[in-house]
């Protein structure tokens, strides 16, 4: 449990990295009276503990510290800055509304924004619980917090009262990433289609593979608490890496799976660089390959090119994700029995003080999706 | 010099592979006096050596030895089988006729013909000068050779009077390859393109990517004699590789020729795996990096997956290429000044007896493009 | 019911259109004792009566007469040519098997077979049913007939044992006709889409446009029968052409129940002219209109093209299918629940002597689906 | 001649649309002293008369009136609003400094902008010379008069020292409707186009379809002076309507021209609905077309949607265009010998008051391209 100090009437409580690969603390921030045009002062009800939360506690993107982690969350607006009134679908937005956002703000004005048309690698594009420094005012930019402020332009989504936050939070990052990475690399209906990785991203994947009309998804992943979950997600059938630690034996097993000459498309959702050089393998020629899950630097792999010239690929890899894609995101959960599915991947729950207990459950794989409630279960 | 044997009347000649990384030998094979439907006996003027060749040679490919090589060849017809009276493009054929033709013959019926629409992965695909064992009869199966039987099913071109056979050889497989190549990643008008090797393939991607309409085109290579061929064909600058012997330096470069962010498309016409490995830092930020040259297996480089989704690249391979390609280069050839400069590429002539000195030119890189001219100078 | 004539012992009967809207003629083709290699002699079970063969009747295509109509069948193979052991998917076969087959064959050779890849425009297609004057023999080349011979080079597809001949008939033609149509205008997941029409086409689209993840389908038609089945394929919504009968009030309808800005991508499964100038503005803007229904020739409308650069519309046709899509057709019929759904498309069984009858039925749309048992019930 | 009344004093003329189809009246505005932030005011230079002003004029599209016409203009910045230090590309902007400008402004955030990804379908996009009322302030909403208020989040372009006026307003609004179109419809290297129109449309269409690299462009128009230039800009052969005045003549002519079969891309530029009707049978089956000059509502044509079906054709509308593809214009011009072409096409130069002088000749097609020098020659 992270150290209590005396709080400050109306201070606000965070859960902060200041040094790569030590425990998070918890800090204290003044409370915020007055905010500006535009922004929108909210009461964090759920934070998910995100997958790249691992990567950035151990370093491997280049962020500044401290830092108030925490990019998908869900809460409860308490101020609306002047002018905003409507969330990023024109719905009438007021304090005491429950809404998500999306985690970056773009500059809409750069090369990669007008010329480019690559938004989600603007060369100013901003994250919550990424790139804001925690030291600077108004301090409050993760969902590791009882409160965080939105800065103007943020793109916020009323969420609809039939929508459960475990949906939301539970699809997390994960659904838009998986639904920004098969826009790039879209999966046909009839698609045979291997996803190598059953976490959030491999289950995210997996869910819009479906939508997609896929024939056929295989998952490999495990442990089998997840790979469960990936039969209900709609596996149609599963490789136990436990059971297959080989990753020849895998390969073999994949395409054997595939009906023999490989898969159509296969996800890469794991974040390990040997994924990559063992599912290029699992592709039939003249296929697919979607880098899903290489979001930290996590170093190099012996990789041999010849392959990629051979069996005519095409691999692609997907950064990030835009407001539309959240859009999509939520309408996927709204609308059909995926918001049930999504909101079983929450598995364990904490307050704010064991922040570090939920990192440590997502970093050794125990947990499905881990989740901080700052503001007590009750929100 | 190869060793001479003394010929008995009508024997064929050819240069034949026997023995990884060994001299060719010179081989008789019995004359042909009666062809099958379908078929065509042509006697070869010209055939280009290409870097595949090189790859051949040194094992770095699974092919059935011996082996006549030569898979871009120029001949005139001397015999046509019953049936066969017309070329793919329903040009009448006739005996004297000067052609030229697709090296594979596809099956049309497999899993990767039919449904795939993958023909160039074709399950029983088959290659002249690279799949067809020299001691089975019809034994003449490659363009290393006086003449050579095209079997039915072959995709032949008549080629039109006003087009030289250096114009066909000079262009060879690469431009094939290229055109190919730039099917699956196609250069838009505007587009900044960085070519990587300035050899057959690369100076082939740079007309293609000339043609396409692309802003700017930077190529890396060397030596000098194949920069200032790269010049000729319209590269906008180039880099010498000799002067930039440091990878980061020419990835410093190129970036900063493209106007700072990395070009649109990266085209990799190299070979070696470190060539990919560099090359994607050339592409800027949701660029697309084509592998043109890994055509042998090379071996492995180490390799960071991340930069793929960083970057977010789309890096898509290519392999052979189809009847339409061909049909489409000699279009292009006939049709512009491409075809003259494609013709200056042909720098050094060999007897077919002296077909390891030609390898070797190209083995060496000491020659932009060498042929063999296994029926003497004048064809 | 057809005169029938006094058969001499073996004569094949079949029913057969000599003559623009007028009655089918019951007519008697020599047996056939010897086949030429590769073709087969099929005994058909079931034959589609489709509305493409009314169009036919009308003289709406440009055809030879006589013909035996009938481009949509199941049969039990009686007699296999030389050569012939393999299904299109490489499945044995043998004499007795029940399978179906592509209706049309293609050159392979000419200008759209080899250079624009637009194999349904070859320039010697041949389609049975259609294209095959009854007066030549071999005389028999429509599914209205006790049996048809099938030309070497066609795409014959052995049954699943699981898979029921209603399944098969009943998804027809329309499927793969959707199945194409589909591929050259694809609907995302999300989709909200519109489709015109509840025959057989309209059935046909909804059922891939749902393969596909569209968020919502809205079917125009009729009468409720159709409408009822439309449900049942998964239509979101219905509207009733009888309830609605003006196009301004059929537009109304419809772009309200697609939020307000009309369909993502609308699909004409109608056939009458002025189906497309209604269904364009259903679109929204920037939106896609699939012409899936206009086989026949049936004349002009008045037709605004201002449309089409205001609302930035892409307008797409598509024409008959490859044997590619009748392998995913079939795949889709035995792998889901859908076989179950198109065999309830069958409403009206006829014996070929009551072809006309048959005819009449789908003439004045009374049925969803009629269907020709010329060997009787028991096939 | 306009009717010339006194001006007081720093009062800003300019040529008013006042009722459809009547003359343009000359009309006075307050001078401007202050502008607000991101504003810009501009002397203008030159303003062309575009086939847009015509359909405008009478009354084809919904427009309020007064209007004050005139959408492609260059001019002079006299006075920069608070926080506009910056032109579109980055480039410092300072009075004196010689911009163009993208002719409308969207709003970023409606259904369109959003999540369709169509901003010129944007539901509150304006543009000048076309949307904004000249009776409410402040009145300067075209380029037809002596100045010009640029809106805050107008696209504006610093003009390179090395590109003339006349290229800019050569190339006018034709030149991005033609970048976009062709972007929505690509030409590929090796296509066969036929371009429909020899007006600035077409020739901008023939302008980027040569950069696209097709290996034919046939055009179709008049008259002479036009055919002239369109050689000129780079077509294969040119089609003079006056000479071929029967459609089905020139149906037969340019279809012989591309070789039998029709053009892989067909561009309409022309703005008769009659255009289209023809335009379709100039494709080859399976071909585009690109409806580009249906802008203004000119009614209605018979036509058959059977060719659609029939042709299995893909026909796609553009509207309007986006500050990206102004970007792309002018770098076109700027590098290469296209500024130079482009600029032949200005034939004409009218002072402000001779504006119904200019638009005349544009409606009766005697000029290439008519200009408006509203500061007179020297600008």
Redesign the interface.
């Known amino acids: 449990m992270l150290e209590r100090r005396r709080l400050p009437r109306g201070a606000i409580r965070a859960a902060v990295l200041t040094a790569w690969e030590r425990p998070l603390e918890l800090r204290e921030y003044p409370a915020i009276e007055r905010i500006g045009p535009g922004e929108a002062l909210v009461r964090v009800e759920m934070a998910g503990i995100c997958g790249t939360d691992v990567h950035l506690w151990r370093g491997q993107l280049p962020i500044p510290l401290p830092v108030i982690l925490g990019h998908e969350s869900v809460g409860a607006i308490e101020q609306l800055g002047a002018g905003l009134d409507h969330d ?1 679908r ?1 719905n009438p937005l007021s304090p005491g509304d429950r809404v998500t956002w999306a985690s970056s703000i773009v500059c ?2 750069c ?2 924004c ?5 938004p ?2 603007c060369l100013k594009r901003r994250a919550y619980g990424i790139s804001y420094c925690a030291d600077e005012p108004p301090h409050l930019g993760g969902g590791y917090a009882e409160k965080i402020l939105l800065r103007a332009g943020t793109a916020i989504f009323r969420i609809p009262a039939g929508l459960a936050t475990e949906s939301v939070i539970g699809a997390g990052c994960a659904l838009v990433t998986a639904i920004h990475g098969l826009e ?1 690399v ?1 999966v ?3 698609d045979v289609v291997v996803i190598q990785g059953a976490g959030p991203v491999g289950l995210a994947a997996l869910a ?1 593979s479906r ?3 896929a ?1 056929r998804v295989i998952a490999i992943g495990g442990p089998p608490h997840r790979l469960e979950l990936a039969r209900k997600f709609g596996a149609s059938a599963v490789i136990d890496i436990a059971q297959a630690p080989d990753p020849a034996e895998r390969i073999r097993l994949a395409v054997q799976e595939t009906g023999g ?1 490989g898969a159509d498309v296969v996800i890469e959702c794991v974040g390990h ?1 040997a994924a ?1 050089r063992e599912g290029v393998e699992m592709c ?3 296929g697919r390959y979607l ?29 990030g994700f835009e ?2 894609h959240l ?2 995101a939520l ?2 959960l709204a ?1 059909s029995g995926w918001g049930e599915l999504f909101a079983q991947e929450v598995s364990d729950r904490f307050p704010l003080d064991q922040a570090d207990a939920a990192l440590e459950t997502v970093r050794e794989w125990r947990s499905a999706k881990a989740v901080l409630t700052p503001n007590g279960d009750r929100g």
Request: hydrophobic share 30%; glycine share 16%; charged share 25%.
């Open positions: 990023w024109k809409g004005e090369f990669y007008r010329l480019k048309r690559q989600t690698r790039r879209p046909g209906w009839g819009v939508q997609c009309g024939a000459y660089p990559v039939r020629d003249g880098v899903l899950g290489q979001y930290g630097n996590a170093g190099e792999v012996l990789f041999n090119p010849h392959v990629i010239t051979r069996k005519q690929l095409q691999i692609t890899g997907s950064w407001p539309r859009d999509r309408s996927l609308g």
